[in-house]
């Protein structure tokens, strides 16, 4: 069986030859096709609504990594390579706004090793992600990270910072990096915020017209003030928030703004998260819209 085989795969490749296909050319013709194929498919999924703002939480690397006998270091470049594969698909579909939750602030009760090893990770692929032939760069794409961004590490913040700095005038998409985020430590964050503000607000209005008591009504924080201090106050709401490996929750990610967003539940592992199934949540969203739309014209 075997020789028969290797003498088909020989025959194979003689014919190939013949027909100019051999040497890579008939790498480059699968490559035509698949790419023929994704503009049709962009294209069919065009005639219904497209989502705007495409939210995910990222669950699995670890679980993938243990069913699989590996390190759980490899389960988050698994993670990794999932991720830089969905922000091409949703760029190629015209999606907008991204925003992917990479850490959570709880994540640090993790052990020690783990949390310094994803430090080390992000770190690594903030300075692929600084280099002028990355995926980010060459797309045009905007990088905020997002949280409380004083507990990452300081060299991954220079980082960050840096290529959030490189990246601030791309206006192509914009990815929208929540590491040291929970949703509770973002509303507190805004709620500080909006009081500071109005506070200094008061003072100086108290302070010019030389009296030493406020309107009271001055101290009150609007919800205006509030979404104008959010760490997401960037971008709009999400349209879609979808979370991997099967979970029904929404661990503390993005509370204030997904009450009116399509929750898709997947149970792909995040570094099984494909083409497929970005396609299905879209389909997905796209049967719930009209109904989504309508309650939000209720308030």
Same mark, same amino acid.
């Given at each position: 069986?075997?020789?028969?085989?290797?003498?088909?795969?020989?025959?194979?490749?003689?014919?190939?030859?013949?027909?100019? $296909? &051999?040497?890579?050319?008939?790498?480059?013709?699968?490559? %035509? !096709?698949? *790419? #023929?194929? =994704? +503009?049709?498919?962009?294209?069919?999924?065009?005639?219904?609504?497209?989502?705007?703002?495409?939210?995910?939480?990222?669950?699995?690397?670890?679980?993938?990594?243990?069913?699989?006998?590996?390190?759980?270091?490899?389960?988050?470049?698994?993670?990794?390579?999932?991720?830089?594969?969905?922000?091409?698909?949703?760029?190629? $579909? &015209?999606?907008?706004?991204?925003?992917?939750?990479?850490? %959570? !602030?709880? *994540? #640090?009760? =993790? +052990?020690?090793?783990?949390?310094?090893?994803?430090?080390?990770?992000?770190?690594?692929?903030?300075?692929?992600?600084?280099?002028?032939?990355?995926?980010?760069?060459?797309?045009?794409?905007?990088?905020?990270?997002?949280?409380?961004?004083?507990?990452?590490?300081?060299?991954?913040?220079?980082?960050?910072?840096?290529?959030?700095?490189?990246?601030?005038?791309?206006?192509?998409?914009?990815? %929208?990096?929540?590491?040291?985020?929970?949703?509770?430590?973002?509303?507190?964050?805004?709620?500080?915020?909006?009081?500071?503000?109005?506070?200094?607000?008061?003072?100086?209005?108290?302070?010019?017209?030389?009296?030493?008591?406020?309107?009271?009504?001055?101290?009150?924080?609007?919800?205006?003030?509030?979404?104008?201090?959010?760490?997401?106050?960037?971008?709009?709401?999400?349209?879609?928030?979808?979370?991997?490996?099967?979970?029904?929750?929404?661990?503390?990610?993005?509370?204030?703004?997904?009450?009116?967003?399509?929750?898709?539940?997947?149970?792909?592992?995040?570094?099984?998260?494909?083409?497929?199934?970005?396609?299905?949540?879209?389909?997905?969203?796209?049967?719930?819209?009209?109904?989504?739309?309508?309650?939000?014209?209720?308030?």
């Amino acid at each position: 069986m075997s020789s028969s085989l290797s003498t088909w795969r020989l025959l194979g490749s003689e014919i190939l030859k013949m027909d100019g $296909l &051999g040497d890579g050319a008939l790498s480059k013709v699968y490559v %035509s !096709i698949c *790419n #023929f194929l =994704r +503009k049709l498919l962009w294209a069919i999924l065009a005639v219904g609504p497209i989502p705007n703002h495409v939210a995910v939480i990222m669950d699995g690397n670890r679980r993938f990594a243990r069913t699989r006998k590996l390190e759980k270091e490899y389960g988050h470049r698994f993670g990794f390579l999932s991720l830089i594969s969905t922000l091409r698909n949703c760029y190629e $579909l &015209g999606i907008k706004y991204v925003t992917v939750y990479a850490f %959570s !602030i709880d *994540n #640090f009760k =993790r +052990k020690p090793d783990e949390v310094g090893g994803l430090m080390e990770l992000l770190q690594e692929k903030l300075e692929d992600a600084l280099k002028e032939e990355s995926f980010i760069k060459t797309c045009g794409i905007k990088v905020l990270f997002v949280g409380n961004l004083s507990l990452l590490p300081e060299q991954v913040q220079d980082s960050a910072k840096k290529l959030m700095d490189e990246t601030a005038h791309n206006t192509r998409a914009i990815l %929208s990096v929540c590491v040291c985020y929970t949703s509770t430590d973002e509303i507190a964050h805004a709620v500080q915020e909006a009081c500071d503000e109005n506070r200094l607000i008061c003072t100086m209005r108290c302070n010019s017209s030389g009296t030493n008591k406020g309107n009271s009504d001055e101290f009150l924080v609007t919800l205006a003030d509030l979404e104008k201090h959010m760490y997401m106050a960037h971008c709009p709401d999400p349209d879609i928030l979808i979370r991997t490996s099967g979970e029904t929750r929404l661990s503390n990610f993005l509370l204030w703004q997904s009450c009116f967003c399509y929750l898709h539940i997947t149970k792909a592992l995040w570094p099984e998260f494909s083409l497929r199934h970005l396609v299905w949540a879209i389909l997905e969203y796209q049967r719930v819209q009209p109904y989504l739309e309508k309650m939000k014209k209720k308030l």
